[in-house]
C-alpha cells in the first residue's frame, strides 16, 4: 500500500466523523495520484483495491457531509412553514 | 496542450477564490472564535456539540473573516490554518489569471513533483493547529 493510500484512508476515516469537506478533498486527491499511477504503470507495487477504497472513502464522507448540510437546511425550511 | 478544460478550471479557481472571499467579507466574524458560517444558515458544528471540544475545521470561516478584515493575530487563534487556508485562497486569484493569460494548464502545478508535498504540509499544519487550539482550550480553562 502507498503512502498516498495509508494518508487517504486515514483522511477517509476523519472524513466520515468531523472533519468531511478539508480532510476528503485532501483525501480524494491523494487516492487518485495513487490510482493515476498504477492505472499508468508507474507503481505496479501498490495496492489498486486499497487505493480505491481510500477514494470512496473519501467520496463517502464528503457525500455525508453534503447531504447531512442539505437535511439540515431543508428542515430548517419546512419549520419555517 | 491547453484546452477548454483547463481554462474552465482556472476560471472555477478564480471565480470560487473571489467567492469564498466575498463571503468572508459580507460575514461578521463570531466573537467566539467559531460559528461564524451558521450565518449562512449551515449548521453548528456536530462534533463541537457532542464532545464540547471544537474539531479540526472549526474556526475556519471566522479565521476567513478576521483575516479579510486584516485582523491577522484574531484570525490566528480562531485557526492557525484558517490563516494559512485563508493566503492560499488570496495567492490562487494572481495564479488563476496567470494560468489563464499565459495558456498554462494546472495539472502542470497539481503533476510537479512539489506538490504532493505541499498537500502532506497542509495536512500536518491542519490538525496540528486543532491541538494548539485545544492545548490553548485547556490553558484558558485554568
Known sequence: ?81 | MYDRADKSVAVGLLASACGVLAVALWLKPAACGYGTHTQLGLPPCYFLLVTHLPCPSCGLTTSFAYAIRLQFWKAFLANPFGLFAFFGTVSVIPTAIYLLWRRISFRRITEGAHFTKVVYVATAFYFMSWIFRLALMQFASH
Open chain 1, 1 to 81: 500500500m502507498g503512502d498516498n493510500t495509508k494518508w487517504a484512508l486515514g483522511l477517509g476515516i476523519a472524513a466520515l466523523f468531523c472533519c468531511g469537506p478539508v480532510t476528503g478533498v485532501i483525501g480524494i486527491f491523494l487516492a487518485k495520484k495513487d490510482m493515476d499511477e498504477i492505472a499508468a504503470g508507474r507503481a505496479p507495487q501498490l495496492d489498486e483495491s486499497m487505493a480505491k477504497v481510500a477514494f470512496y472513502l473519501n467520496i463517502i464522507g464528503l457525500a455525508l457531509f453534503v447531504v447531512g448540510i442539505c437535511a439540515y437546511m431543508g428542515l430548517a425550511g419546512l419549520r419555517r412553514f
